[in-house]
């Protein structure tokens, strides 16, 4: 039904494509439902119908996946590194503060490069997304907690605990002290085939994010509440 609406078709009675069910009844079960007749005059179906550029709905559905990829300009890499660095003035401060800006100046090159993820249908598989997703989910938690507070919660946080939370719960995806942790896939095929734009860089000692956030906060004695930890 799918390809019917992308097609602009409608194929009422249509038995050839097995739409109709076999009785007034409805559709049973079994050879009834499907058969293997059946099965490839509609798989036969579905490929003539997306392999048609005529047809505007199967040239719609092409652009918008050859469109989709994100590319961040060189000036969006910049203004979102900055924003990204904006927070920490804004929610920090004394020892903390000076602590996280000197760890942001330390992996800058490396951070406002990376993606947020390996494939390309998870998220922010792309040059700066790892940047990207940071604000969106940083923005995402104070817009919810202050959503909490206006129905009546009772906060046992701060907004800097929120920051920080959200600002470093993906930072062991920056890689270590010395190598990154996405590097790019070599293998066109599986670019192409698996959308696996990146691989996990084998020299990296295996944790997991999580785990290996903890480790860089450390690195540069930054230490965090326990509310924060949990």
Same mark, same amino acid.
């Given at each position: 039904?799918?390809?019917?609406?992308?097609?602009?078709? $409608? &194929?009422?009675?249509?038995?050839?494509?097995? &739409?109709? /069910? /076999? $009785?007034?009844?409805?559709?049973? $079960?079994?050879?009834?439902?499907?058969?293997?007749?059946? @099965?490839?005059?509609?798989?036969?179906?579905? !490929?003539?119908?997306?392999?048609?550029?005529?047809? %505007?709905?199967?040239?719609?559905?092409?652009?918008? @996946?050859?469109?989709?990829?994100?590319?961040? %300009?060189?000036?969006? @890499?910049?203004?979102?590194?900055?924003?990204?660095?904006?927070?920490?003035?804004?929610?920090?401060?004394?020892?903390?503060?000076?602590?996280?800006?000197?760890?942001?100046? #330390?992996?800058?090159?490396?951070?406002?490069?990376?993606?947020?993820?390996?494939?390309? #249908?998870?998220?922010?598989?792309?040059?700066?997304?790892?940047?990207?997703?940071?604000?969106?989910? $940083?923005?995402?938690?104070?817009?919810?907690?202050?959503?909490?507070?206006?129905?009546?919660?009772? /906060?046992?946080?701060?907004?800097?605990?929120?920051?920080?939370?959200?600002? #470093?719960?993906?930072?062991?995806?920056?890689?270590?002290?010395?190598?990154?942790?996405?590097?790019?896939? /070599?293998?066109?095929?599986?670019?192409?085939?698996?959308?696996?734009?990146?691989?996990?860089?084998?020299? &990296? #000692?295996?944790?997991? !994010?999580?785990?290996?956030?903890?480790?860089?906060?450390?690195?540069?004695?930054?230490?965090? %509440?326990? !509310?924060?930890?949990?």
């Amino acid at each position: 039904r799918v390809l019917i609406k992308i097609s602009g078709e $409608t &194929l009422m009675g249509d038995s050839e494509f097995g &739409l109709d /069910p /076999p $009785t007034v009844e409805g559709w049973h $079960t079994g050879k009834e439902w499907i058969d293997g007749g059946s @099965l490839t005059e509609r798989i036969n179906y579905a !490929v003539g119908l997306v392999t048609d550029m005529n047809n %505007s709905g199967s040239k719609y559905l092409v652009d918008t @996946l050859v469109n989709s990829d994100q590319e961040l %300009s060189a000036e969006q @890499l910049l203004e979102n590194w900055n924003k990204l660095i904006g927070y920490i003035p804004q929610y920090f401060e004394g020892e903390r503060k000076e602590k996280l800006t000197k760890m942001y100046e #330390h992996f800058q090159d490396r951070m406002m490069y990376a993606p947020a993820s390996g494939r390309e #249908h998870y998220h922010n598989a792309f040059p700066g997304g790892y940047v990207m997703h940071i604000i969106n989910v $940083t923005e995402s938690c104070l817009k919810i907690a202050k959503l909490w507070e206006e129905m009546g919660a009772t /906060p046992d946080w701060t907004e800097e605990n929120i920051v920080f939370c959200a600002m #470093h719960h993906d930072l062991g995806k920056v890689g270590d002290m010395e190598q990154e942790y996405y590097v790019p896939n /070599p293998s066109e095929w599986h670019r192409i085939n698996q959308g696996k734009m990146y691989d996990y860089d084998n020299r &990296l #000692h295996y944790m997991t !994010v999580t785990d290996r956030a903890v480790w860089l906060l450390s690195q540069f004695d930054i230490k965090m %509440s326990e !509310v924060e930890y949990l």
